[in-house]
């Protein structure tokens, strides 16, 4: 399984991004896939996850309200929506897959995880 996230770039706070999650080798079903985000010197964290099957979904506090994690089912794509964004949200942000369908926030129950796309956000 290969996960590519894609959709980062520069951008002004108060601006939006969306991020992509796209398999290949795999077609998402009985997965949970989340985002996580890590800053340089500082340990990679929750985001955002969602139980494709269920549609169910899941966030940190500091993105609620602002980012929204969604799929679409014909694509085999995980998007995050990132609205209102902050510096502190600058990071590279990582997309990973569960393969249990378990909602979770934990980085060590994920199984593949992708290469990561930045994101910068300029005060």
């Known amino acids: 399984v290969q996960l590519q996230a894609s959709g980062g770039g520069l951008v002004q706070a108060g601006d939006s991004l969306r991020l992509s999650c796209a398999a290949s080798?795999?077609?998402?079903?009985?997965?949970?896939i989340g985002w996580f985000r890590q800053t340089r010197g500082k340990e990679r964290e929750f985001v955002a996850a969602?139980?494709?099957?269920?549609?169910?979904?899941l966030y940190a506090e500091a993105v609620k309200g602002r980012f929204t994690i969604s799929r679409d089912g014909a694509k085999n794509i995980v998007y995050l929506q990132m609205n209102n964004l902050r510096f502190e949200d600058t990071a590279v942000y990582y997309c990973a897959v569960e393969d249990w369908n378990h909602l979770t926030r934990e980085e060590g129950d994920y199984d593949y995880w992708g290469q990561g796309t930045l994101v910068t956000v300029s005060s």
């Open positions: 969602i139980i494709w099957s269920y549609d169910h979904t």
């Open positions: 080798g795999r077609t998402f079903s009985n997965d949970a």
